[in-house]
């Protein structure tokens, strides 16, 4: 199992405004069964960083968090069902978009500290 607070942080790199204004430009809730984007991304990063091999162990490993999953902006845990559906049917550009918006906002961060880092004078 994955350490949630390490996730938690993770996750806290994503600019939740800017994630719902991509769920709303591509309208990824509007036939949502049971399961909001947000909670398909937390599902689907669970899954990469527990080293899930599959949607029961998805399902059953936020399960076991409980309480803490209202920490990562979850309501509850979905079920094996749901997110095999939602993987099915909901479109991957929404998490495209995230991707490359996060690795930009990343970039920019890292540009910037780099140019207000302290010079070595020698």
Known sequence: MINLNV????????????????????????????????????????????????VRDISNGLRSTTGNLNH???????????????????????FKDLYFSVLERLWQKDVNSHQNAPTDSH
């Not at 938690?8 to 769920?23: G, P």
């Not at 845990?77 to 099915?88: E, F, G, L, Q, R």
Request: aromatic share 8%.
């Open 7 to 54: 996730f938690s942080q993770i996750l806290s790199l994503i600019d939740r405004e800017l994630f719902r204004d991509l769920v709303a430009k591509h309208k990824s809730d509007k036939h949502q069964k049971g399961i909001n984007s947000w909670t398909h991304l937390v599902s689907m990063l669970f899954c990469h960083f527990s080293s899930a091999d599959s």
């Open 72 to 94: 990562l902006g979850v309501i509850r845990a979905p079920s094996k069902s749901n997110i095999s559906y939602i993987n099915i049917h909901r479109t991957h550009e929404l």
